[in-house]
């Protein structure tokens, strides 16, 4: 069964509201999922997972150092992560707190490693994003994100099925 690896960083409990939101939302669509906090998470677990969706809250207008530190530690696996499906999330403390960065912060490593990232035409286009403790719009962008996620990761998994 694919998998689908959540990863995040968070201090006041607004991203890992988050993270929960996408975890279980891919879980309803038939993945296994793991959701754990990146301290606990080494960049080896990358490698078993078909998708990973990784969240910050926004520290300075960008990705918080413990989320940064394990995206430099994943260049140890540069080129075995391609074709893996990615997305981001954030968090922030106002509306202009630069949440919308730090996705695309996060996107711009995921590509750089070669997965593949699925924009949304609908909602937030990057990824999901809070202000402050995740409203009812935020959870229903991080469960859309999710669902999202489980169904593309699906998707290839079973082309790859069809080509094997």
């Known amino acids: 069964m694919p998998q689908v690896l959540v990863i995040y960083f968070s201090k006041t409990g607004n991203t890992e509201r ?13 993945v ?10 080494t960049v080896d677990e990358l490698l078993a997972a078909d998708g ?11 990705m918080a150092a413990e989320i940064k530190r394990f995206i430099d530690e994943s260049v140890k696996h540069h080129r075995r992560l391609e074709g893996k499906v990615g997305a981001a999330f ?5 509306p202009g707190g630069g949440a919308e960065t730090t996705v695309l ?6 590509l750089i490693h070669g997965m593949i990232v699925q924009g ?10 809070a202000v402050g403790r995740p409203d ?10 999710g669902q999202r996620l489980a169904r ?13």
């Open 52 to 62: 990973v969706a990784i969240g910050s809250p926004t520290y300075y207008g960008t």
């Open 32 to 41: 296994d999922v793991v959701c754990k906090p990146v301290q606990e998470t």
């Open 136 to 145: 009812e719009r935020s959870l229903k962008e991080c469960q859309r994100c």
């Open 120 to 129: 949304d035409s609908r909602g937030d286009h990057y990824g999901p994003t």
């Open 105 to 110: 912060d996060i996107v711009k490593a995921l």
């Open 18 to 30: 988050m993270a929960h939101a996408v975890a279980d939302a891919a879980a309803a669509e038939g």
């Open 152 to 164: 593309l990761v699906k998707r290839l998994a079973a082309q790859q099925d069809v080509e094997a």
């Open 90 to 94: 954030s968090s922030a403390g106002g």
